[in-house]
Nanobody, 124 residues
Framework: VQLQASGGGLVQAGDSLRLSCVVS????????VAWFRQAPGKERRIIAG????????YYADSVKGRFTISRDSVKNTVYLQMNSLKPEDTAVYYC??????????????????WGRGTLVTVSS
């Protein structure tokens, strides 16, 4: 299973970006998918997740109200719409898939497959 994250870039504070994570597996609908991010000098942490059905989502407090996660089962893709970006959102963003698809788990060890990451830089 391969995950390909894309959509990062350099933007100004207040701008928007949409990240995409394409999952190369016919069993895409079984997986919960989450977005993690790692800022320079900090640990990697979950910021958003979505269950296999899409029926439940999770957001870290730091992004709640600004970011939206969604999934498209036809395109095998999970999106992260990021609005009102702030300099503190600067990080490498990773998508990850969990075979235990009915829950959104916060810990890295719970995820079976990872993408390479895409860099988001927000200037002030």
């Amino acid at each position: 299973v391969q995950l390909q994250a894309s959509g990062g870039g350099l933007v100004q504070a207040g701008d928007s970006l949409r990240l995409s994570c394409v999952v190369s597996d016919r069993a895409f609908s079984r997986y919960a998918v989450a977005w993690f991010r790692q800022a320079p000098g900090k640990e990697r942490r979950i910021i958003a997740g979505i269950t296999n059905s899409g029926g439940r989502t999770y957001y870290a407090d730091s992004v709640k109200g600004r970011f939206t996660i969604s999934r498209d089962s036809v395109k095998n893709t999970v999106y992260l719409q990021m609005n009102s970006l702030k300099p503190e959102d600067t990080a490498v963003y990773y998508c990850a898939a969990d075979r235990q698809g009915a829950a959104i788990r916060a810990f890295e060890w719970a995820y079976d497959y990872w993408g390479r990451g895409t860099l988001v830089t927000v200037s002030s």
